[in-house]
């Protein structure tokens, strides 16, 4: 495989929930930046506009898309921008809301189920659509759900809708696999564990530090396994979920065992 499989030049990508400074979005959209590709950052906020700016400010060639993708309006403008690569990273709480959307299922009204779903599952589901007929239209097209281990692989205490909502997004995008894959569009999904950005909590970060690897993510590692499957060198992967976690979901063993005596210890 050569670098070419890498290249994104020519390409234009629309990356949304990308508003955080240090979250998983931006960090898409920047490497997808360096690859080649014109970038949109999309977020709820004008964050996306400062995340634009930034990029811009190192040589990348980006737009903002500031807008609620459950708002027909905004989806019209994304489907404007006719993008080949689509990076579904919207989801969890957005900044420019208070209330919580946690809870069990005894524990959540259905108004604030939906609310969950409308976030992390029916953006994915509207921007894919919006996007979709462009990549036909190309032969040539890239969507990637930045899913979850939460509902797919394991569950946490709590969170009902949130683990619905990611579990429906790997199914999604393998309908859209199914579909597509003779249209020369691939659909994949992204599942990261712990991820150490500015949403972690505090109890979080300690869950990461006991993963087999000890520590959570960094956004970046989770954008690299993104930008793979948003390059011409995946073309062969569709309807696929890879899991970005540090081998969390795979050890059974969760009690810290003694390191084994070697030579010099």
């Not at 019209?76 to 919207?90: H, K, Y």
């Not at 579909?179 to 659909?187: F, N, Q, S």
Request: glycine residues 12%; proline residues 4%.
């Amino acid at each position: 495989m050569s670098v070419a499989a890498f290249d994104l030049s020519g390409r234009r990508a629309v990356v949304t929930g990308a508003g955080s400074a240090d979250g998983i979005g931006f960090a898409c959209a920047r490497l997808l930046g360096q690859l080649g590709a014109e970038v949109v950052v999309g977020a709820t906020t004008t964050r996306a506009d400062d995340r634009a700016g930034e990029l811009r400010a190192e040589g990348i060639h980006a737009t903002a898309l500031v807008g609620d993708l459950t708002v027909p309006k905004t989806v019209a403008e994304l489907a404007g921008f006719a993008a080949d690569i689509l990076v579904n990273n919207a989801g969890l709480i957005s900044v420019s809301e208070s209330s919580t959307h946690s809870g069990g299922v005894l524990d959540l009204d259905y108004s604030t189920w939906t609310k969950s779903l409308h976030r992390n599952l029916d953006t994915a589901f509207l921007a894919s659509r919006a996007l979709l007929p462009t990549m036909i239209e190309h032969g040539w097209g890239r969507i990637v759900m930045v899913s979850s281990v939460t509902g797919p692989v394991m569950a946490m205490r709590g969170e009902a809708a949130y683990a619905a909502a990611k579990a429906a997004m790997v199914g999604l995008a393998r309908s859209i696999a199914v579909d597509h894959a003779r249209h020369g569009v691939t659909a994949n999904a992204v599942l990261p564990g712990w991820t150490d950005t500015a949403a972690q909590l505090h109890h979080e970060g300690d869950q990461g530090r006991t993963t087999p690897v000890g520590r959570s993510a960094r956004p970046g590692e989770v954008a690299s396994v993104v930008a793979f499957l948003a390059g011409p060198g995946a073309s062969y992967v569709t309807g696929q979920t890879i899991v970005v976690d540090g081998g969390n979901s795979i050890a059974e063993e969760r009690m810290s065992q003694p390191m084994p005596a070697g030579p010099g210890r």
